[in-house]
């Protein structure tokens, strides 16, 4: 798969798993990919706890219900009806999940390009997840970044340390496909805007 092909064909992968387990060759490949990430001051911030305990699983889908209910109860009318029909989480289905964390003191007290910024390293995090996404794209693997949690309970639920943050579940395995539109775009939750609705010279609104 090209490059700009894995771009645009990516999507957030919920309904689509088919149970099967990932092969150990391409889950390692996914994880190389997102390890090659670039990083402020190379120091590769990251870690990934993976996850495939069905207990485990479970506690998180319910969590993530939970979660799911909270925030439809602030909907009404059409926005409730919409969101009814979306499915959110593939957490059981995928059979895996990854969670990724963002360790600020990795890479010691003194990162390199981190002064001025000091969300550099949570981009350097986010990055590798999109490189394990295109990579998981270009394998035919798909990836749901599963939004729908509070980190506290994510942190106890996988024992990451305090001072870790954990940044995303990715549910990850084989898919029966991707859909050709995202599904909140299908749904009609959001639509795509055009390049041009975001894009300034020189100065915003330029």
Not at 24 to 43: I, K, N, Q, T
Not at 106 to 121: E, M, Q, T, Y
Request: charged share 25%; glycine share 10%; net charge negative.
């Amino acid at each position: 798969m090209e490059l700009y092909e894995a771009i645009n064909s990516r999507r957030d992968t919920r309904r689509e798993f088919t149970g099967e387990r990932i092969a150990d060759d391409v889950l390692e490949r996914l994880l190389s990919a997102a390890h090659c990430a670039p990083s402020v001051g190379m120091s590769q911030p990251w870690d990934f706890v993976l996850v495939r305990s069905p207990e485990t699983l479970d506690a998180f889908a319910g969590h993530v219900a939970d979660e799911r209910e909270t925030f439809a109860a602030t909907l009404s009318g059409e926005r409730a009806e919409t969101f009814s029909r979306i499915k959110v989480e593939g957490i059981r289905e995928s059979r895996l999940g990854i969670v990724v964390g963002y360790d600020p003191t990795r890479g010691g007290p003194n990162v390199l390009g981190r002064h001025a910024i000091a969300d550099a390293g949570l981009y350097s995090t986010v990055c590798a997840i999109e490189n394990l996404w295109l990579a998981a794209t270009a394998e035919g693997v798909g990836v749901g970044w599963v939004s729908f949690y509070r980190e506290e309970f994510l942190r106890e639920l996988v024992g990451m340390p305090e001072h870790v943050r954990p940044v995303a579940w990715l549910c990850v395995g084989p898919v029966a496909g991707l859909p050709d539109v995202p599904d909140l775009e299908r749904y009609g939750w959001r639509h795509r805007s055009p390049l041009a609705s975001v894009l300034h010279e020189e100065r915003y609104g330029g």
